[in-house]
């Protein structure tokens, strides 16, 4: 019986529910031509559990943007000797930010589905 590990799921943005069915109808692209399936092609589970849910992605988002500008930071400090120009770091931060978006938006979605949503459980009996 095939049991799909949960973060190969996350991973690959599958159903929290069935971890077959894609949540997004494509691949990973600019922010705003991401589709996502209203409904599991496998499993049927409707994404968007009540009206507004995925508001609540907003604050994975922030989380991933916080992690992604400290690291970003830290990284800029090192690689440029100390550098101490804020428009260095303020560039350099606003550019990986702006890189980052269509991945900040697909996995704080697929991360708000799989991890924080307590109503969607796995069920192995629809993996397969
Ligand atoms: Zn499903």
Redesign the pocket.
């Known amino acids: 019986m095939p049991n799909t590990p949960q973060l190969q799921a996350v991973l690959h943005a ?8 894609n949540i997004y109808a494509g691949p990973m692209r600019l922010a705003r031509e991401q589709k996502m399936n209203e409904y ?6 409707r994404f968007e559990i009540e009206p507004g849910y995925f508001y609540a992605a907003m604050y994975v988002s922030y989380a991933f943007n916080v992690a992604e500008i400290v690291t970003t930071s830290i990284l800029t400090f090192y690689l440029s000797g100390g550098s101490e120009s804020p428009w260095l770091y303020i560039g350099v931060i606003f550019g990986i930010v702006l890189i980052m978006s269509p991945f900040n938006l697909r996995y704080s979605r697929v991360v708000l589905l799989h991890w924080l949503s307590p109503k969607v459980k796995y069920n192995p009996e ?1 993996d397969r």
Do not use: I, Q, S
């Open positions: 599958k159903c929290p529910r069935c971890r077959r069915g599991c092609p496998h499993c049927g589970l629809l």
